[in-house]
């Protein structure tokens, strides 16, 4: 029995003489991931007709794919890459004057694409790129050209656009488009790269990136159900940091004449044209009187420092002066950013302390320094400065030695689920366990993944990293012993090393990095085998003189340099004392 989840069966015309014909089409169809297959029946047809039957497939009123049929059972299958757009279509099995013998409905839904945006982004800082992809392999469309295949009916092939939107309510039913790119390849790759200027993140809020179709390139009805293919994630936009105003009291109230008062300024790398920083009076004391304005000077994007005439600042000392940043976003919306006042000393800064350690002890890290501001004021920068830095090389796996292989090498299938990283608990009872573990990594969205090993406390594991193979330059796979980025590197491979001794860690978990130097994992991937064994901490055996040499050992080690010089000063006393006495014995004793 047919399930009626899946197919159902249309019996919906009979012919002249009342024998039923049909077609089995499915409730659901994904476009451009596989054929559809459709059986039907025609019976009792018109034989001075017969070489007229045809299946005729439409989206709607387009058609999209016609095919001569054979009178009795059988089944059509329609190419994949017929059917490129979702909503309804119809198939119909008919006479070529248009007399239809049997027809039915059915479901298309867009393929599952996936949109890897961001979840947070500072305003005029960055691009932004992301990528959109297909989850699963697609087909490309037919071409016109092909036989019986109208692609895309009368409108043609629908255009896919990417479009960045401003929410405008929570659940971002309302919205406000603020960049629209064409994706040209989208029906050809399966992953294309967007990326949105910086400018177009100028404002604060709730963003989101929406892959669709062009309405205009479909029906009206069609559009307004089908026409959105998938929704990213939201971004939240949040006003950048580095927005800073410097000003000093002492060169305000000094500012006579023809002289001008220069405010330094720090800002995103990417402002508009439109930036203004303005100048206002504020009253110290409650009420003596209402915020002024008194002028304003726009902000040239690549100058740090905006210039006022001295004029300006001839005000009663009862007043403060207050510079606002303002900026304009692509859009041509205002807002005050930032704002500092004259009464609002500014500290200044000590010397930085040295460098710290490198926090790897082999490959690259980093290290840190740290500075204080002088009294209580509010210093302007960074109290702690980070850099990287470089320790010597690392070991390198012993058995297959990496091997860098090209991007187009097809990807073995991915290590499910721990394919984009996990945790291995081994448990083992008993004291000496050896194990193999095969990893391949799988499209994964972030830069940076990990796996873990641990095994149950007091136990070590002594590791053999091989076979491995990494798809692109930039990929990089490090062992570390324990899972703190300051824990240290046993192995590290990135390309064709030389052969290395298997390692052991000190503690009961390891953990294996891949890093890229790309975005994501999505285009990349690494394949690799750690053996592993899994043994008891090392335990000796003591001997009595052992224990005695051990307890000796750790009571010098308590003994500081001090105690050693007053040891040998009283043991030099006490030998002179020994020698002085046995002096006086035998001299009384020869002189008798």
Request: glycine share 6%; charged share 20%.
């Amino acid at each position: 029995m047919i399930s009626l989840q899946n197919i159902f069966i249309l019996l919906v015309s009979f012919n002249s003489r009342g024998l039923p014909s049909w077609i089995n089409l499915p409730h659901r169809h994904v476009a451009l991931e596989r054929d559809l297959p459709i059986s039907y029946e025609i019976d009792r047809f018109d034989p001075a007709r017969f070489n007229d039957i045809h299946a005729l497939l439409h989206a709607g009123s387009s058609l999209l794919y016609a095919s001569r049929v054979a009178v009795g059972k059988g089944t059509l299958v329609i190419p994949c890459g017929v059917i490129t757009f979702a909503g309804n279509h119809s198939l119909s099995i008919a006479y070529t004057n248009g007399t239809v013998i049997t027809s039915g409905n059915f479901e298309v839904v867009w393929p599952v694409v996936t949109i890897n945006t961001p979840t947070r982004v500072e305003t005029f800082t960055t691009d932004v790129s992301f990528n959109v992809g297909f989850t699963r392999a697609v087909c490309p469309p037919k071409l016109g050209s092909d036989e019986g295949v109208l692609q895309g009916g009368e409108n043609g092939l629908p255009a896919v656009w990417v479009k960045l939107e401003l929410c405008k309510n929570p659940d971002c039913t309302e919205s406000e488009v603020r960049f629209v790119h064409q994706l040209e390849s989208f029906y050809t790759s399966p992953v294309n790269q967007i990326t949105i200027p910086c400018r177009f993140w100028g404002w604060p809020g709730t963003y989101r990136a929406a892959v669709g179709v062009e309405p205009s390139t479909v029906s009206e009805e069609a559009a307004n159900r089908n026409a959105v293919i998938a929704t990213s994630r939201v971004v939240q936009v949040v006003w950048s940091s580095d927005y800073k105003i410097l000003s000093r009291e002492s060169e305000l109230t000094s500012c006579e004449g023809e002289d001008s008062v220069v405010v330094e300024l720090d800002y995103p790398h990417c402002i508009g044209t439109q930036d203004k920083l303005r100048l206002y009076t504020n009253p110290i004391k409650p009420g003596a009187g209402r915020p002024r304005y008194l002028g304003e000077e726009r902000v040239v994007p690549g100058d740090k420092a905006v210039v006022f005439p001295c004029s300006l600042f001839n005000s009663s000392r009862e007043f403060s002066f207050c510079f606002h940043y303002v900026s304009t976003s692509e859009s041509g919306r205002v807002s005050r950013v930032t704002d500092t006042c004259s009464n609002d000393l500014t500290g200044s800064w000590g010397s930085w302390s040295s460098w710290t350690e490198c926090s790897s002890t082999c490959g690259q890290g980093s290290r840190s320094r740290f500075r204080f501001c002088s009294q209580e004021f509010e210093c302007r920068g960074e109290r702690v400065a980070w850099e990287k830095c470089q320790s010597k090389s690392c070991p390198t796996p012993t058995t297959d030695s990496t091997q860098q292989i090209s991007t187009s090498t097809r990807r073995p299938t991915p290590s499910s689920p721990c394919s984009c990283g996990c945790t291995y608990i081994l448990h083992t009872e008993d004291s000496d366990t050896s194990r193999e573990i095969h990893v391949t990594s799988g499209l994964c969205k972030s830069a940076q993944v990990s796996w873990t090993l641990r095994v149950p406390d007091q136990r070590i594991l002594h590791l053999n990293l091989s076979h491995v193979r990494l798809s692109c330059p930039g990929l990089q796979l490090s062992l570390r012993d324990g899972v703190l980025s300051t824990d240290p590197i046993l192995v590290q491979s990135g390309t064709v090393n030389s052969p290395v001794s298997a390692v052991t860690s000190s503690l009961n978990v390891v953990k294996l990095e891949l890093r890229s130097g790309q975005q994501d994992l999505l285009r990349c991937f690494a394949e690799f085998t750690l053996n592993l064994r899994i043994t008891d901490q090392e335990t000796k055996t003591v001997t009595l003189y052992g224990e005695a040499w051990r307890v000796v050992k750790q009571v010098f080690g308590l003994i500081t340099p001090v105690v050693v010089v007053v040891l040998l000063v009283l043991l030099v006393l006490l030998c002179t004392v020994i020698m002085l006495v046995d002096y006086v014995v035998k001299r009384a004793k020869y002189t008798r």
